[in-house]
């Protein structure tokens, strides 16, 4: 399938997943396995992640052109400028061109940790990106958005300012995982009193095992309410438990930003349908 994001988000709620790209030809198989099991509930879009300085570049690229070529899904790019110069993104971007693919997700990026010595990048913020992306041809431009502001933003004004900078010449943006909804509520209100209402899609991250959701948080600095850390830990002791209320705490929050009017909901799947597929059964969404 080939479309473009801001086409089908006008068309109603969206429910999209996130993929990373599989570091070997196994991993690649398995991926396909939940793409057919991801299929049938037809998710609106699937976006497919961009190790830092083109570290996935090949693979990233490769998951994208399979989506394209099942055409059951359509595919989201990611790309992060960390170390790259401006002529190898370009190269990138007209690859991608060229294949079709219409929907990219313009990102900074982070250096891994210790990457001291890495080459800086020709360019220093994600508007920059969006702006390049534009340039190289007529793609769907979607940025990153921090509900709770990006962990290395002064404060949290500061953040939103920027954002609504990169996402006035974006065309959607896409949330890093969070537990409280009204983190996301007063992120779309700043947006929409700096005069920018570009749909802002939620993510959700459902809590598969107890330690990962604490490193991952930690990363990426979204706060764990003590109400989650509770019904986790209550059930620490016994994986398959903490799965499913990881999963029971994705459907609440998933019901409540419904509710409160979110224009969709993407899912990090973490390479694994079923705690997808749950959610949107739960929740009724696509066609689960
Ligand atoms: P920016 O928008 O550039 O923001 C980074 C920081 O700079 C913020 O603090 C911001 O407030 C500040 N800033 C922005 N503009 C300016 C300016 N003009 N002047 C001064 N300060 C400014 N990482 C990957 O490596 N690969 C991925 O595939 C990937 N996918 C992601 C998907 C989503 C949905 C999200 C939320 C994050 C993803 N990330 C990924 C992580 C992301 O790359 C990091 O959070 C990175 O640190 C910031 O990227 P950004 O695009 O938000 O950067």
Request: hydrophobic share 45%.
């Amino acid at each position: 399938m080939m479309a473009r994001i801001d086409t089908l988000l006008a068309q109603g709620f969206s429910f999209s997943v996130e993929m990373s790209p599989p570091k070997t030809d196994e991993a690649a198989a398995r991926l396909d396995d939940v793409f057919d099991a991801l299929a049938p509930v037809h998710p609106t879009f699937a976006s497919v992640t961009y190790g830092a300085g083109g570290s996935t570049r090949e693979r990233t690229h490769e998951v994208v052109l399979r989506l394209l070529t099942r055409g059951d899904i359509t595919p989201m790019a990611h790309l992060t400028s960390v170390a790259h110069s401006r002529a190898e993104l370009v190269a990138v971007l007209t690859g991608y061109r060229e294949a079709g693919v219409q929907n990219i997700l313009a990102l900074k990026g982070d250096p891994p940790p210790g990457a001291d010595g890495w080459p800086a990048g020709d360019f220093n913020h994600a508007i920059e990106v969006v702006e390049l992306v534009k340039e190289v041809g007529p793609f769907c431009v979607g940025v990153a958005a921090h509900p709770e502001g990006h962990p290395q933003s002064p404060d949290l004004a500061t953040d939103r300012k920027y954002l609504a900078e990169k996402l006035r010449v974006a065309d959607f943006a896409v949330t890093q995982f969070f537990f409280r909804v009204d983190d996301y509520l007063g992120m779309v209100e700043d947006l929409a009193a700096r005069g920018v209402d570009k749909p802002v899609l939620p993510g959700i991250m459902p809590i598969l095992n107890a330690g990962s959701v604490r490193r991952m948080a930690e990363l990426c600095g979204a706060a764990l309410p003590a109400e989650v850390i509770r019904r986790v830990e209550a059930v620490s002791d016994d994986p398959v438990s903490v799965r499913s209320v990881g999963v029971e705490i994705a459907c609440e929050l998933g019901s409540a930003l419904v509710d409160a009017g979110a224009p969709g909901l993407h899912v990090y799947t973490l390479n694994k349908a079923e705690a997808t597929l749950e959610i949107a059964r739960a929740l009724g969404l696509g066609s689960a």
